[in-house]
């Protein structure tokens, strides 16, 4: 039996559109031109905490952005990734009050691992939806534990099980969001491409991946739509003290202007009835979110064998952190250190 299950009573009508990464730190607008029920990664906690966790880059948004501006069509808070638990379980309870405060559904973190496995059920129409989500260590996630507040680990006979556990909840279709992939790397690794195809046939209906930064590939695995990375929605310039000590000082200041490549991400219009995916692309600028055309989704995935998959994610990944470290450079002329060098070699040899 998975502890912690919710069921949503409202009833919506129609499509559900899952969103990437937002970082509701500024006022913001999102300019839509329909009515569909909007899920999102809310990728860092809302809170006044001041206790950050220690040695790593720290996000938060102070004010409710997020509520402002999607209002009622935001129904469901993918919580599973690497920042959610930025601020502890202060930060985590006041991020969990407030959707709850504003009727927003929320899964994949809890205050220990019992209650992070909490898989959503939402009903839609006369079908019901199962999300569960997972976050991958590379991303340096804070994991829960008997008794301490986190995420889940990307862990297959886990996942498996929660599978089921929403199936005898009720779903009919089940979407397993994953926090996961390499930052600025318009490419899946080998690995990720392997075990996202694994969970499409172990049942995961629609497999929706954050994390990078930036869009990568999508394909249909045997009739199952597996986005691997669709981008951040709304991320704002960052320029923030982080890392800090057992003592609660900074020991550095991350510094990251979004670029072009940032501020674009897809969004994805699933129809539980069909099992059908419309996707469209969407431009975070100027405090203002902004949808295009949707059309339906087609394979974009190169295919061959996993050799030539890896072949593509090592120059991919080089290509990420070079166009990284050139643009860096350009709006901050200085000698590159010795970890820009090494981040460049070691994407190039890994797979």
């Known amino acids: 039996m998975i502890a912690g299950y919710k069921s949503m009573q409202q009833t919506v009508k129609g499509d559900l559109r899952f969103l990437g990464d937002i970082v509701p730190s500024e006022k913001f607008l999102v300019e839509m031109t329909d009515d569909v029920p909007v899920v999102v990664n809310l990728e860092c906690p809302v809170t006044r905490a001041q206790v950050p966790a220690p040695d790593k880059v720290v996000l938060k948004a102070e004010i409710d952005w997020l509520i402002n501006a999607f209002g009622s069509g935001l129904r469901v808070a993918c919580l599973a990734n690497n920042h959610i638990m930025d601020f502890g379980a202060e930060g985590f309870s006041d991020t969990v009050a407030l959707l709850e405060l504003a009727g927003v559904k929320w899964f994949g973190a809890g205050m220990n691992i019992d209650a992070a496995r909490n898989g959503l059920v939402l009903r839609a129409g006369n079908r019901f939806m199962g999300f569960c989500g997972y976050v991958c260590p590379s991303t340096h996630p804070i994991f829960a534990t008997a008794n301490t507040p986190g995420v889940l680990p990307l862990d297959l006979d886990m996942i498996r099980e929660d599978l089921h556990g929403?199936?005898?909840?009720?779903?009919?279709?089940?979407?397993?969001?994953?926090?996961?992939?390499?930052?600025?790397?318009?490419?899946?690794?080998?690995?990720?491409?392997?075990?996202?195809?694994?969970?499409?046939?172990?049942?995961?209906?629609?497999?929706?991946?954050?994390?990078?930064?930036?869009?990568?590939?999508?394909?249909?695995?045997?009739?199952?739509?597996?986005?691997?990375?669709i981008g951040n929605a709304v991320m704002p310039d960052l320029d923030l003290p982080s890392h800090y000590n057992d003592a609660r000082q900074p020991e550095r200041r991350y510094v990251k202007k979004q670029r072009s490549w940032n501020r674009r991400s897809l969004m994805v219009d699933y129809t539980l009835e069909s099992g059908q995916v419309m996707v469209g692309k969407l431009n975070y600028d100027k405090g203002k979110l902004i949808c295009g055309q949707k059309k339906v989704a087609a394979s974009q995935l190169l295919y061959?064998?996993?050799t030539r998959q890896a072949a593509i994610f090592r120059w991919a990944g080089f290509y990420g952190q070079l166009r990284n470290l050139v643009f860096s450079f350009v709006e901050r002329p200085r000698w590159p250190r010795l970890c820009h060098l090494r981040s460049l070699v070691m994407s190039k040899a890994s797979t």
């Not at 996202?196 to 394909?219: F, N, V």
Request: glycine share 10%; with cysteine; hydrophobic share 35%.
């Open 166 to 229: 929403l199936r005898d909840k009720g779903a009919h279709r089940v979407v397993v969001c994953l926090h996961w992939g390499a930052e600025e790397v318009p490419y899946p690794s080998p690995r990720d491409i392997e075990l996202a195809r694994t969970l499409a046939d172990m049942g995961a209906d629609l497999i929706i991946g954050h994390h990078s930064h930036c869009i990568q590939p999508y394909e249909i695995h045997n009739g199952r739509p597996i986005f691997y990375g």
């Open 304 to 306: 061959g064998s996993m």
